[in-house]
């Protein structure tokens, strides 16, 4: 879960822009995620194909934990 705001601790998995399977490439949205204030698009920090989703839609995920893997070599 990428920090997304000043004071962000954790965040809500909302929608998955994207599923297992799709080219991915770096900075286009992924996954949007609620905080207490808004619902924010999360980028993709490098391009490559989704490999595994590990965050599932309403998860409560803390800053720093990993929510999906990407397979740079696809």
């Known amino acids: 879960m ?3 705001g000043y004071d962000m ?3 809500r ?3 998955w822009l ?3 399977g799709d080219r991915v490439e770096r900075g286009e949205p992924i996954v949007e995620v609620e ?3 808004a619902t924010i698009e999360m980028e993709a920090t490098q391009s490559g ?3 595994e989703i590990v965050a599932e839609t309403g998860a409560e ?3 720093g934990e990993v929510v ?3 397979d740079a070599d696809a």
Do not use: I, M, R, Y
């Open 9 to 11: 601790e954790s965040g």
């Open 35 to 37: 905080t207490d204030k």
């Open 49 to 51: 194909t989704l490999a």
């Open 18 to 20: 994207k599923q297992v």
């Open 61 to 63: 995920v803390p800053v």
């Open 68 to 70: 999906a893997f990407l």
């Open 13 to 15: 998995v909302g929608t």
């Open 2 to 4: 990428a920090n997304l």
